[in-house]
């Protein structure tokens, strides 16, 4: 499904803005205008004669420019008019934010207006969506306020979410811990465009990578399959289904979608698939300097069906050469009193290893022999590209700035060593079946 | 085991300061300086003569005052000789920081020093400890640099821990999470003081509601059970095991005390303990602005084996008090544009209604028609403590900040539903075996 017209929308009408900051229409139009959008707004209300400075149409036909998108947030009984309204005013796109149908029982209505969607051919978001943010377009028409709610920056996760809640609230998450976002779409109801046909228009879209997707149910299983696959052929989906059964863990496992629990697993698997390297051996080594860490981090491995690599001989010559307590095997554990250089020498030997494919590096930042050089280490074996290298780190600011600075060399790092190995089962299980 | 004297040391020996600012010793004594620890701290080296403008003493032997504790941080094959000094010097309590012990295979020197700690009946925390911290007496001996991480302000949790690296990071991520901490006690290779001793002194303690322990093996199992029961019949404690088996969950079960999978899951599990009301009941009413949070709530309420609140008749009358459209149901979801006021009538009825034991009250504060208000709406509802009341809210900036206000009066946020079900049934549970 193409999608292009509507994501690059030049002139926006939005129908049903009121002067009351807090309703929907006027949070959308503020949005608009705060996000920079390139293009022009028109504003519809039978009421409003002036808002923000701005001339505000008594209806769509009043506008005299040729309208790309309008995005409708009148009452659920007002819309069908709306819809009408459109097609005379040869609209072909629209985004519903109005909500009032079937999420309440409403079937009448969401009938009525799907009718006139397909029988219009007008392609349409919603109803009930919580409205489209796209970083790169500019493109910012979500019914939340940026006061309290900062966005994203730029980056190659796109989400698309059937709830509006959850889609709100996990956006905030992901700006609060510095996920980089391509398109995010609440799609609602799904009364005309539905999950399968977004999927398809982010499989050709050149700034995304990732794809995660929130469902609570499946508007037509056999479109979903089909498309499903053709997309993870390229491009993971990370899905998370509320109420999810059987039949559809199976569907997921058919397509090679990958299966979140949680919103929290959705979470670290967007990021280890946005970043890491391409892996499909399952050996892992891990380094630590904390025994209790590594032992978290080899439980993990062993319960997840993943291996622990085994050294090389060699390694007798590495434990020569550091300068701390060790136990050089799997977990190769350096101790608390271990130095930087010490990292260096172990990463160095793990990453010339032929016997493993993953390094899972546990830092225990807190250490007083590390210092700040560990990042200079860690970026400059990454940067060679032998094998991805996963960091775990646990702790409070300074940990946290570490861990951003290894995330803007597209180095991930992760809390704990059981949710990094979780997040590795999944990067290998993915490149594994494609 | 009565710990008071070691916690409450007026005189303490750190022996082994080294110049060096990154060596424990000198790490630990800097941490007591800027603690603001209110007794006596002497130095010992036999090869430095100053360090930060105070005297160090060539032995423990040489310094006049009576010692109430010695600090032992030099290399391990030193230690038994120190621990000679210690017993010339008639100092009962020890803590050794020194590592080269078991943890690395070294079981002679272990034994070695086991059998001085025992011949001379001196009580020993560690040896490969990390330190003990105890937020009430301002004594603070970690060997964790106070500059790049902050110490945590004073609560009713007390964390013990086998692993100094498990213990180092989770303390600093506690307290950049703002959790409250009365004492952390690292205790290493149990090589004297095992985490029985430990526990039965933190039953004793005042200052401590909640106790979290992470165990790699358990010295002895019987003393172990018997203590933790007892303990337990008082205060929870939440342990986590590394490589734990169905032996070790089927003494947890038999000792009431609770498994905690997962860092994560010992987070959340003392978080609820430490400021819920107590609950026996399972039936949970969920109220919610957001349909697909309800759905992951409930989801998470029927896989735990915990009950669906069935509202009251009554519901018919609030139904026609809300101004947003809404099902009353369980969840009872007042959707994306319902205001503070829905909330607050919503909160008053369950509270009201005698069909259910716990409030989960999720909150999706992006929604643009709530406000701050909110915050005193639930925490007015909570003073009545009618029932527990707990909060999931899931963002950046701003829902962190009323999340931090909300847990100021002992009112719980989780940040996603199935970790706040997850958790209430550990209340629940808890309580119920108590």
Chains 1, 2 share one sequence.
Do not use: W
Request: with cysteine; aromatic share 8%.
């Amino acid at each position: 499904m193409d999608l292009n017209k509507l994501f690059k929308a030049k002139n926006i009408a939005i129908v049903g803005v009121s002067k009351n900051p807090k309703k929907p229409g006027h949070v959308i139009f503020r949005n608009l205008v705060e996000s920079n959008f390139q293009g022009k707004v028109f504003l519809v209300n039978p009421n409003a004669y002036q808002l923000l400075n701005k001339y505000v149409y008594k209806s769509l036909l009043s506008i005299k420019e040729q309208i790309d998108l309008a995005i409708i947030t009148v009452p659920a009984r007002l819309v069908p008019n709306i819809i009408k309204d459109c097609r005379k005013k040869k609209i072909e796109d629209v985004i519903i934010i109005s909500s009032g149908f079937k999420e309440i029982g409403n079937n009448k209505l969401e009938n009525e207006i799907n009718l006139l969607l397909n029988k219009f051919n007008i392609k349409c978001i919603g109803a009930n969506s919580l409205g489209i943010f796209d970083a790169y377009a500019k493109f910012d028409s979500l019914l939340l306020p940026r006061i309290n709610f900062k966005r994203p920056k730029k980056g190659s996760i796109s989400f698309l979410s059937q709830s509006g809640s959850v889609g709100a609230a996990f956006l905030d998450l992901l700006t609060k811990e510095d996920y980089g976002i391509s398109k995010f779409i609440s799609y609602g109801n799904a009364t005309n465009l539905d999950e399968s046909d977004i999927l398809e228009f982010l499989l050709e879209d050149k700034d995304t990578r990732v794809i995660c997707l929130y469902l609570e149910d499946v508007k037509d299983g056999q479109k979903f399959l089909k498309i499903a696959k053709k997309v993870s052929k390229n491009k993971p989906i990370i899905a998370m289904k509320a109420l999810a059964d059987e039949t559809y863990f199976a569907a997921f496992k058919q397509a090679n979608i990958i299966n979140a629990n949680s919103l929290r697993e959705m979470l670290d698997f967007a990021r280890i698939l946005e970043k890491a390297v391409i892996s499909k051996g399952n050996r892992i080594q891990v380094i630590t300097n904390g025994f209790g860490y590594g032992l978290i981090a080899k439980n993990e491995i062993l319960k997840s069906d993943l291996k622990l690599a085994i050294l090389d001989d060699k390694k007798n010559l590495l434990k020569k050469q550091l300068s701390s307590l060790n136990v050089i095997g799997n977990p190769l554990n350096l101790s608390n009193i271990c130095n930087t250089e010490d990292y260096r020498l172990s990463i160095k030997f793990c990453l010339n290893d032929n016997n493993s494919d993953i390094l899972l590096l546990i830092i225990v930042y807190q250490s007083p022999l590390l210092d700040e050089n560990i990042l200079d280490v860690i970026i400059e074996e990454n940067n060679l590209k032998k094998k991805p290298i996963i960091i775990v780190s646990t702790g409070g600011e300074f940990s946290d700035s570490l861990k951003r600075s290894l995330e803007e060399k597209n180095i991930v790092s992760f809390t704990f060593p059981d949710e990094a190995v979780r997040a590795i089962k999944t990067l290998i299980d993915y490149y594994s079946r494609k």
